[in-house]
């Protein structure tokens, strides 16, 4: 296939244009989101659900989460990311695969419908994981935009992917929050630099390959700006996969964490990577997609 978002071959930065939609659906009046939303998230690339889940199923979450950082020994070994130069849990990736609340959670209507729908296909999980950033330790996540990544790394073809990330604690302005410039998807920034063999395997803890160059970012930032969302658990933060994001390190004593997954549509599933060799593990790109049969009713059913 012709490369349409070539990266890290040129010896320059390039601001490439977008050759596909953001919204693929249709909208009506059965649509899981309003037209309002619909169109915002068209613009930005961003959109933010609230009151999404009833506090039995954001505390069952919360829960859980605690649980497999608590004891993560029954997990997949390759599965633990630690932050650099420590042994906090940064990430645990391939959760859906590894829990059932998680995976029970990935199918929710209210998180695959409105994937199916924003992406107008069946939709898949390409990547899952728990996110951690603890108090005082949380590092920093550079700027960077995930279709890059996808697109050079794992081999997914096209702009059809999209994010969301469920809050599992408070976020507020000063616990590294994820930070994210609205209206970067409708360009492809290019970045330069050869992608050295198994990168994934720094890289899920510092990206220094894939990342934008400064003057261009700078661009970015002063046409857009930077929205850092704030919310309460059960908010759901969702982003089109060629939105340019990062966050700052947690120095305060609050930790934050959220379940992430990515869906991708079956139509788009990954071939081979544009821009190594070698394409990443499984657990952190689903090469077989299986299509999500999204699921309603409660994740955690209320007591009797």
């Known amino acids: ?69 608590a004891d993560p020994s029954a997990l997949a070994p390759d599965s633990i990311i630690t932050e650099p130069g420590s042994n906090e849990v940064r990430s645990i990736f391939a959760i859906h695969d590894q829990n059932r609340l998680m995976a029970r959670l990935a199918a929710d209507t209210r998180l695959a419908g409105v994937a199916r729908f924003l992406l107008g296909d069946e939709v898949y999980v390409h990547q899952s994981r728990l996110n951690y950033k603890p108090g005082f330790e949380g590092k920093e996540f550079y700027w960077h935009s995930d279709f890059e990544t996808w697109h050079v790394e794992d081999g997914m073809p096209r702009m059809r992917a999209l994010s969301m990330s469920i809050l599992l604690a408070e976020n507020t302005a000063h616990n590294g929050p994820l930070m994210l410039i609205p209206g970067s998807h409708h360009q492809f920034l290019s970045c330069v630099g050869g992608t050295p063999d198994d990168h994934f395997r720094m890289s899920l803890k510092k990206q220094e390959f894939g990342v934008p160059d400064r003057e261009n970012l700078a661009a970015l930032v002063e046409r857009n700006g930077i929205v850092a969302p704030t919310g309460k658990p059960g908010t759901i933060i969702l982003f089109e996969c060629n939105v340019m994001h990062g966050s700052n390190g947690n120095i305060t004593p609050f930790p934050r964490s959220n379940a992430f997954f990515v869906f991708n549509a079956v139509s788009n599933r990954l071939e081979a990577p544009f821009g190594v060799d070698r394409p990443r593990p499984t657990f952190i790109a689903r090469r077989e997609p299986a299509p999500v049969a999204p699921q309603r009713g409660p994740i955690i059913k209320e007591a009797a």
């Open 1 to 69: 296939m012709t490369d349409i978002y070539p990266s890290r071959h040129a010896p320059k930065p390039q601001i490439l244009p977008r050759h596909d939609p953001v919204v693929h659906g249709e909208w009506t009046q059965s649509a899981p989101l309003t037209r309002e939303q619909t169109e915002r998230f068209d613009r930005d690339g961003i959109l933010i659900l609230e009151d999404i889940f009833s506090p039995r199923e954001v505390r069952g979450l919360q829960e859980e989460a605690g649980r497999l950082l």
